[in-house]
């Protein structure tokens, strides 16, 4: 292959599929929490159950 071909064939690929990070219990892509690797809903469950160590619900 020659130099331009190359060049082209790069240019076509030149964005990459993004990774969708992805609740572990329900897979829901959206409110996912980094920290924990579940979706807001699915932690807030959890977090009630008491199943998330050192998470209390706060009142003020």
Do not use: D
């Amino acid at each position: 292959m020659t130099r331009k071909a190359l060049f082209y064939r790069n240019q076509r690929k030149k964005y990459k599929v993004q990774h969708r990070n992805r609740c572990r219990i329900c897979g829901r892509p959206r409110g996912y929490i980094r920290r924990f690797g579940v979706c807001r809903i699915c932690f807030r469950e959890l977090a009630l159950e008491g199943k998330i160590p050192g998470v209390k619900k706060s009142s003020w």
